[in-house]
């Protein structure tokens, strides 16, 4: 699906533009970024309130589909530009984890 569809489907702010088809196949909850490496798998989508550059590094070492930050934290620029540069979609959420992860198990992600 495209990114827009998937940011419009979960009532999530997409924090830069992109056409990237994304295929997620599941979702890790998670803030602690060895735990996240060690669970999380590829095409996943990730929810956690991190928003240092390195959520960007754990996507791309695991390709991720995405990064989903919730609880309306304030992303970093630095964060952004490499999520940009890596074409890693980046998501803000007004709602807890727990809210959008719900959200995600009602679209069919598990």
Request: proline fraction near 2%.
């Amino acid at each position: 699906m495209k990114t827009i569809e998937f940011a419009q489907g979960l009532n999530l702010e997409p924090l830069f533009s992109t056409d990237k088809d994304m295929n997620v196949e599941g979702v890790y909850v998670g803030d602690l970024l060895s735990i996240v490496m060690a669970k999380a798998k590829q095409n996943y989508a990730w929810i956690t309130i991190q928003t240092h550059i390195n959520i960007v590094a754990v996507a791309d070492l695991l390709d991720l589909s995405c990064i989903i930050v919730v609880e309306n934290m304030e992303v970093e620029e630095e964060t952004l530009e490499k999520a940009k540069e890596l074409d890693i979609p980046i998501f803000k959420a007004k709602e807890s984890a727990y809210s959008v992860a719900c959200n995600l198990f009602k679209m069919g992600i598990k």
